[in-house]
């Protein structure tokens, strides 16, 4: 099994920064795909942004494209969402997903494991 756990979302004010982290544990090496998506309240869930543990299929919504960050540092198994310039529109709980499987079609139910998420409040 897989688990997640993020932290470092927050409250900012328009235009600020955040950087949510994710801890992936478990069995880590079944994993090839990490994921950040987002649901605000009375929306569908979203994929925001997806990676493949080698880092070499990305993929950014377009909205957040240019504004946000994907990193991860495979040796402490953390994944990181650097956000840029934030707007109120990104207000939503942030999630962090995993896959079995190289994700292809940007969607969430491409992602099997799910952290709690991580709140994201702009204003």
């Known amino acids: 099994d897989v688990q997640l756990v993020e932290s470092g979302g927050g409250s900012v004010q328009a235009g600020g920064s955040l950087r949510p982290s994710c801890i992936v544990s478990?069995?880590?090496?079944?994993?090839?795909?990490l994921g950040w998506l987002r649901q605000a309240p009375g929306k569908a869930r979203e994929a925001v942004v997806a990676?493949?543990?080698?880092?070499?299929?990305?993929a950014y919504d377009a909205r957040v494209k240019g504004r946000f960050t994907i990193s991860q540092d495979n040796a402490v198994n953390t994944v990181y969402l650097q956000m840029n310039s934030l707007k109120p529109e990104d207000t939503a709980m942030y999630y962090c997903?995993?896959?079995?499987?190289?994700?292809?079609?940007?969607?969430?139910?491409?992602?099997?494991?799910w952290g709690q998420g991580t709140q994201v409040t702009v204003s």
């Open positions: 997903a995993a896959s079995a499987e190289i994700w292809r079609f940007f969607v969430p139910a491409e992602f099997t494991y």
């Open positions: 990676i493949d543990r080698g880092a070499h299929n990305i």
């Open positions: 478990g069995s880590t090496s079944s994993t090839k795909s």
